[in-house]
């Protein structure tokens, strides 16, 4: 491996630094998403509220660190929405500058320039930095380890302990990430001991294993405690996995259903986090092969294969959720985009490599502030842009604020998909949950959820009647009307964001059939 790279930081790179992390930063606030965007944000802020992991306050496996940074921050900003999204902009600045660390010290300055842009400029990642959820933060954790891992293996000890402090946040923050870069930490320190030798080598092995560990204590054990053991939190953690990996996973019989679904899913979000910067990779290895000049640097190779490898086997064979996932890995992407940018350019100038810099981050730029959620029509291809960020805000807020405005909590129930956020949002309001599987799933399109069949009356729905006599059952998602039972009984209130939200009103003497496959008023459909 080349030691050029290990000098330390010095004032050119904290002045890039510092330029990249404020250019993030300003690029992010104007376009910070307004409501709860996701399943999990609602977890988060309840979290924020209690931590019960066992309630997913939030979800399995914990993410305590993450939960106990908002809680800090919410000190300062009173909202749950505005803390998390505050705190991803940060740490979306925090990553950008970590990527320049990384891009130098594995090949150079101006690669490390470039890949610091191409992530700040990735659309995937503008989205996540515009909202309630730890992935930027998670991302910027995983590129800060990874330059601490590299530097370590050209012998530098303190560095290795700066990784082991590194990883035990990361852990503490999502405790996946120091399983995923664990081959990566083995690579490290057999670098670290080829440079320094055995003697000094377990020296600071043992000094980063006992710091890293005692960091990693001090967030398991209240984790664990939390949930009222260890036995409790891997039954917890056992139930949640099942839920998902039942059709996703090999190993849990999926087969060829799971193995496309997760293949699916983490092609289109890896190219999509990987955003323009994959078309000069494309040329560069193109140009290479044809001119047969294939010459790498096997402990680079080595140390990238072993960042990816261990994230890419599970996203494939076992489980591959929400797009942010392909944060684990992503950095890698980018930076050997940026290598072959500057590989491909620089020969003809600096003029040349900073027209084309600037053409691929405008480009993605304009993905992400331009591009329309379905660029296709209808729902075939689905881009998270700012469209996405205003099309949710719009959604939630038009449905929160005429249910407020119309409808009396006491004497109305909502039945939602999006229940979750209705609980968070109108928690006096009685809730009706009403799941249905998501695109590419297994239940694709059909209702989930374990629910008893209930024929109810407003009382037994637990509504009080109105002073005329009414209650009311609103529909707080129109996907749901396909699985109405009572159509003809439905009435439209107007939004002003466009569309309609539908309801049902029930006197005392109606009831109201809410099942497991479909809803409705009983007068309507004989049972």
């Excluded at 609602?42 to 992991?53: I, K, S």
């Excluded at 293949?263 to 290479?288: E, H, N, Q």
């Excluded at 099309?391 to 909590?409: K, L, M, T, V």
Aim: glycine residues 10%.
């Amino acid at each position: 491996m080349d030691n050029s790279s290990c000098r330390r930081v010095n004032r050119k790179d904290v002045w890039r630094g510092l330029g990249l992390f404020c250019l993030t930063v300003l690029s992010r606030v104007p376009f910070r998403s307004q409501i709860l965007y996701h399943w999990d944000s609602v977890n988060f802020a309840f979290a924020m509220q209690r931590f019960d992991v066992a309630a997913e306050q939030p979800q399995p496996p914990g993410y305590i660190v993450y939960v106990w940074l908002c809680q800090l921050a919410q000190a300062l900003f009173h909202d749950p929405q505005t803390t998390m999204v505050w705190i991803a902009i940060a740490g979306s600045g925090l990553a950008v500058v970590a990527m320049y660390l990384l891009g130098r010290a594995l090949f150079d300055w101006r690669v490390g320039v470039v890949g610091a842009l191409l992530l700040a400029s990735s659309p995937l990642y503008w989205f996540y930095g515009e909202i309630a959820l730890p992935h930027a933060v998670d991302l910027f954790l995983i590129t800060l380890s990874a330059w601490l891992l590299y530097e370590a293996a050209q012998g530098h000890g303190p560095c290795l302990l700066a990784a082991a402090v590194s990883l035990a946040i990361a852990g503490g923050v999502r405790q996946q990430t120091p399983v995923f870069l664990g081959l990566l930490l083995l690579v490290a320190l057999i670098g670290f001991f080829r440079q320094v030798g055995w003697a000094t080598g377990l020296g600071w092995t043992v000094l980063s294993a006992l710091v890293g560990g005692l960091l990693c204590a001090g967030w398991f054990f209240p984790l664990i405690a939390s949930t009222g053991g260890l036995d409790r939190y891997l039954q917890v953690m056992g139930a949640f996995s099942t839920r998902f990996q039942d059709a996703t996973s090999l190993f849990l019989g999926a087969g060829s259903f799971g193995l496309i679904r997760n293949v699916r899913k983490l092609a289109m979000y890896t190219l999509y986090g990987w955003g323009s910067a994959f078309l000069p990779f494309g040329v560069w290895i193109i140009a290479r092969l044809a001119k047969r000049d294939v010459r790498p640097d096997w402990g680079k190779v080595l140390f990238v294969m072993a960042w990816l490898i261990p994230a890419l086997f599970f996203y494939v064979i076992i489980h591959m959720g929400q797009q942010g996932l392909v944060f684990v890995f992503l950095p890698v992407l980018l930076l050997l985009g940026a290598l072959a940018t500057v590989r491909l350019l620089a020969k003809q100038g600096g003029r040349s490599l900073s027209l084309g810099v600037m053409g691929i981050v405008l480009l993605n730029g304009l993905i992400f502030v331009a591009a329309p959620e379905y660029p296709l029509g209808g729902d075939r291809l689905r881009l998270l842009t700012r469209a996405t960020l205003v099309s949710s805000d719009d959604y939630y807020q038009d449905r929160f604020e005429a249910i407020e405005a119309n409808f009396a909590a006491e004497s109305t129930a909502v039945l939602a998909a999006s229940w979750h956020h209705v609980a968070y949002y109108l928690p006096e309001y009685v809730r009706l949950p009403f799941g249905v599987g998501s695109k590419w799933e297994i239940d694709e399109g059909n209702p989930t959820g374990a629910r008893e069949e209930i024929i109810a009356a407003p009382a037994e729905l637990g509504l009080q009647l109105d002073s005329q006599g009414q209650a009311a059952v609103v529909v707080f998602d129109p996907d749901l009307m396909a699985f109405s039972e009572s159509p003809t009984s439905v009435h439209e209130l107007p939004l002003e964001f466009g569309g309609a939200l539908e309801y049902y009103v029930l006197t005392g003497e109606q009831t109201f059939h809410y099942g497991r496959r479909s809803f409705g008023l009983v007068e309507d459909q004989p049972f």
